[in-house]
């Protein structure tokens, strides 16, 4: 029996979803009828969160300074600002504004969007500067450090499995609601089943082949649990992907994976 949802071995990689609260600003535009600029971060460095997610497992996972270089350096242009990522039932995948900047500064991986000035973007105005949403990203984890048994600690008082991103594939963030759930904190979360499940309303067959996944991940646990193992802990192991249209890796689209 698999227990908290915990996989063996390392979790899934592509299309994950973070989100947190607040993690914006909204910076007054220069003309008294212009519309704002959103400015803040997606996400911060080396600091432990608690994924607890179906599709994902249960684990720690921190993202390190310079995890996002590479995609900010080269994924840029394909980048979208949307709210919802894409699946709000009203403003659909529009895009809220174009990237002005972004950067990695010594807090974490931080942007900053002009709104344009659009019914939709006046729409969810309010509660952007009630800030009433939080700040989400969608990536896929390129390069990563998986610790399946690192041991107690004082960050980790139960020794569940753990996961440090190192190099990680952006296509888009943007701000989104962000729903509480029995057992959250005020840090980081996975909204990763419900970028997922949203999806699956309209791809049934998706949908099972995510249960199939889950049944899979489980038999196989259930098996490992049974299995006989070396004593001492799991050594430290490092994972590489290819970027998109590299190696064995399909192109992918731009944004709307």
Do not use: C
């Given at each position: ?90 403003l659909g995948d529009k895009v ?77 963030f943007g701000p989104v609601t ?44 259930a098996s490992q649990d049974h ?31």
């Open positions: 029996m698999v227990k908290d949802k915990q996989h063996v071995g390392p979790p899934p990689r592509e299309n994950l979803v973070r989100a947190m609260p607040g993690g914006f600003e909204l910076r007054a535009s220069t003309d008294p009828d212009g519309m704002p600029t959103l400015v803040g971060h997606f996400i911060r460095w080396g600091e432990w969160a608690e994924i607890d997610s179906i599709f994902e497992g249960r684990f720690l996972e921190r993202f390190e300074r310079g995890s996002m270089t590479k995609t900010f350096n080269e994924n840029r242009a394909s980048m979208r600002v949307t709210f919802q990522h894409g699946r709000d039932p009203h809220l504004g174009p990237i002005d900047e972004l950067e990695e500064d010594s807090k974490g991986a931080r942007y900053a969007v002009p709104l344009f000035d659009t019914a939709y973007n006046r729409e969810i105005l309010p509660g952007l500067e009630a800030g009433v949403y939080g700040a989400s990203f969608r990536f896929r984890s390129m390069r990563e450090e998986f610790e399946d048994k690192p041991g107690v600690s004082d960050f980790n008082p139960e020794g569940i499995p753990q996961r440090t991103v190192k190099e990680a594939m952006v296509p888009e962000f729903p509480a759930y029995a057992g959250s904190t005020a840090g980081v979360r996975s909204m990763t089943d419900e970028f997922l499940f949203g999806g699956f309303t309209s791809d049934p067959e998706r949908l099972v082949e995510l249960i199939e996944h889950v049944r899979a991940t489980r038999s196989d646990a299995a006989p193992s070396d004593a001492g802990p799991e050594p430290t192991s490092e994972r590489r992907v290819p970027l998109f249209g590299q190696g064995d890796e399909k192109e992918a689209p731009a944004w709307m994976l």
